[in-house]
Nanobody
Framework: AAHVQESGGGSVQPGGSLRLSCVVSGYSYSSYCMAWFRQAPGKEPEEVAG???????RYADFVQGRFTISQDNAKETTYLEMNNLKPEDTALYYCAGAPNWSALQKHIYNYRGQGTQVTISA
């Protein structure tokens, strides 16, 4: 059965770091663009970072060089390395896949996980 599982979230102080992982199984992993999204309570989901099949990456402006997205096709895993975390980064982070960036931007996913909670507080 198809399955998407995120992990790596937690509670850290401002300035701290976390590494999120997204393992995909049951899908043709390499056929999709992957992205990390986040959703804070009462807010719409927003794209954090994305990576295309050829390794091209893109980031939201608020990342400002603090986050790095990467993938290991052999492990069917997408990572999000987050550094210098800020309280405003607090949200549920989830990964999703779609055939192209346009679909991801419209939140039309072929698959997504349940998410992992990231909380930044002093």
């Amino acid at each position: 059965a198809a399955h998407v599982q995120e992990s790596g979230g937690g509670s850290v102080q401002p300035g701290g770091s976390l590494r999120l992982s997204c393992v995909v199984s049951g899908y043709s992993y390499s056929s999709y663009c992957m992205a990390w999204f986040r959703q804070a309570p009462g807010k719409e989901p927003e794209e954090v970072a994305g990576i295309d099949r050829d390794g091209t990456t893109r980031y939201a402006d608020f990342v400002q060089g603090r986050f790095t997205i990467s993938q290991d096709n052999a492990k069917e895993t997408t990572y999000l390395e987050m550094n210098n975390l800020k309280p405003e980064d607090t949200a549920l982070y989830y990964c999703a896949g779609a055939p192209n960036w346009s679909a991801l931007q419209k939140h039309i996913y072929n698959y997504r996980g349940q998410g992992t909670q990231v909380t930044i507080s002093a």
